[in-house]
């Protein structure tokens, strides 16, 4: 059998002969070659050949399944590769590697075959790829649709999420610091008096109080490796494994901040003994910080929400008082064109309106006044206008508070499979 027919004969075989026929039949063709065979997920060739680590050239020898994404305006379109062969060109060598992606029910299956002159460079061309794709650099890595992606856009909001553009009640800027760092500094500690040393962090309150921002401030400042889940779900696989699969890499990058943002939409009836069980199971998670937020507590289990050994700190933020509030529409106001100010009157009787108020609310107060104003630009019409819209997001936030909870539709009743 040729290359150019390899692929088409090999998916053509039951699903569990695949990856085999494909072996026998490349050790035919290539003979005097080494041969690697490999599903490891850290085995991203493209993305190291997008940063400039090797050159990639598709072969001609065979048919090359390419499926293709759009990424926004921003990125334009995607391609990678599901089934086919690329040359590579790297550090002076040449090596082909030949993909082939088959499903097998719900799970997407995907396997590597690495083809080098000897059996040194293919081990060394398979480390190289696979330590780079581990490290964490000016990037967060993003876990979503089954797989890891990194995410350089999102490391760069995080940059610019500070404690010092933070707004936060009390004292709780400072001990939220003061707990993360001694933490990080204390892992001798941990080991000399045989405590495990991890740590579970959850972040528990209303839409809109900071939560977020917090988590990004956090990230930002304690400049260890971070990586982020928006959703368990898999096109093709189930939530245990992309649990096990998120678990397994934050594992591998100790230490590090795994964030876990809206837990009670990640974890459900299906999926949280397992989430419980890599959380606080036989495997060890040392070094593994879980900072989870959730706007609704009551929906998670009280074996997630109650037990120490998952979730040892829990902070609350509340709505922001009139301290709070006060700073903020200050800041705002500090910053704005002379024209747009409020006065000192005005600023009090607006941080007084706004009692009860999220700092989601007083963000889209100021945005809204400020398109309001533009359409008449006058100083000092400030205070009106934003007293007026004041009024108006009360009226919207009392109608959102009135409407009837939405009812959600039924999960899908098939049982997740390991």
């Not at 001798?188 to 959850?202: M, Q």
């Not at 100083?379 to 009226?395: C, F, K, P």
Request: aromatic content about 10%; charged content about 25%.
């Amino acid at each position: 059998m040729q290359i150019d027919n390899l692929i088409r004969e090999a998916l053509s075989q039951p699903k569990d002969a695949i990856n085999y026929s494909i072996s026998q039949a490349l050790t035919d063709i290539f003979p005097d070659r080494a041969l690697l065979e490999t599903t490891d997920g850290s085995f991203n060739l493209e993305q190291f050949a997008h940063a400039g680590h090797c050159k990639l050239e598709l072969s001609h020898r065979l048919h090359n399944r390419l499926v293709t994404s759009w990424h926004g305006r921003s990125y334009g379109i995607g391609r990678s590769l599901e089934s086919g062969c690329y040359k590579v060109l790297w550090n002076g060598e040449t090596i082909d590697v030949l993909t082939v992606s088959w499903a097998d029910g719900r799970c997407l299956t995907q396997f590597h075959w690495i083809v080098a002159d000897h059996q040194e460079l293919a081990d060394r061309f398979f480390r190289t790829v696979c330590e780079w794709e581990e490290e964490i650099r000016s990037e967060v890595l993003v876990f979503e649709n089954g797989h890891w992606q990194k995410n350089a856009a999102l490391y760069r909001s995080i940059q610019a999420a500070t404690f010092e553009n933070l707004i936060l009640a009390g004292e709780l800027a400072e001990e939220l610091r003061g707990d993360f760092d001694s933490f990080f500094k204390a892992r001798d500690l941990y080991e000399r008096y045989n405590i495990p040393w991890k740590r579970g962090v959850l972040f528990l309150g209303d839409p809109g109080n900071g939560k977020t921002h917090t988590t990004k401030a956090l990230i930002n400042w304690l400049k260890q490796p971070c990586l982020y889940v928006k959703s368990f779900k898999s096109p093709y696989g189930t939530d245990h494994g992309s649990i096990r699969d998120v678990f397994a890499r934050a594992r591998k990058t100790t230490p590090c901040l795994l964030v876990l943002e809206d837990l009670d939409s990640l974890i459900n009836d299906k999926n949280r003994s397992f989430f419980l069980n890599e959380m606080d199971g036989f495997e060890a998670n040392t070094g593994v910080v879980v900072i989870a937020t959730t706007n609704h507590p009551e929906r998670l289990d009280p074996a997630i929400l109650d037990r120490p050994s998952r979730f040892d700190r829990k902070y609350t933020f509340e709505l922001p008082a009139a301290e709070e509030r006060s700073a903020y529409l200050s800041r705002w106001n500090s910053s704005s064109d002379s024209e747009m100010r409020l006065s000192n009157d005005g600023l009090f009787d607006v941080v007084t309106a706004t009692d009860g108020f999220s700092f989601a609310y007083l963000k889209e107060l100021t945005l809204s006044s400020m398109m309001r104003w533009i359409e008449k630009p006058a100083a000092g019409a400030m205070d009106l206008v934003m007293l007026g819209q004041t009024d108006m997001l009360r009226e919207q936030m009392k109608t959102s508070q009135d409407a009837p909870l939405e009812i959600l539709p039924p999960e899908d009743d098939e049982e997740d499979e390991e």
